[in-house]
């Protein structure tokens, strides 16, 4: 008997799940920030937050990996990180 695949979740794709994640991540912050959840709402809240909070770095250090592939294909350990003018 084939397994079903309809239950799985379906995922957008990495920048619109970055942009969600990080979406949520400052919704959550603000709710928790203005101090009205109870000590489980809270607990609850900071589990998820932490879980989005690595997805999005997941996502930023796949977005750095592939940022040193382009500035270095033959050796992307070594190349060069890009400074900033912003500082």
Do not use: I, W
Not at 27 to 32: F, I, P
């Amino acid at each position: 008997m084939a397994k079903s695949t309809s239950n799985a979740p379906t995922t957008p794709s990495p920048p619109a799940a970055f942009e969600q994640s990080l979406d949520e991540l400052e919704a959550l912050v603000a709710r928790m920030e203005q101090g009205d959840l109870s000590l489980d709402d809270s607990l609850a809240a900071f589990e998820r937050g932490v879980a989005l909070y690595r997805n999005c770095q997941g996502a930023l250090d796949q977005a750095e990996l592939r940022v040193r592939k382009l500035l270095d294909p033959e050796a992307p350990d070594h190349a060069e990180p890009f400074e900033s003018d912003a500082l």
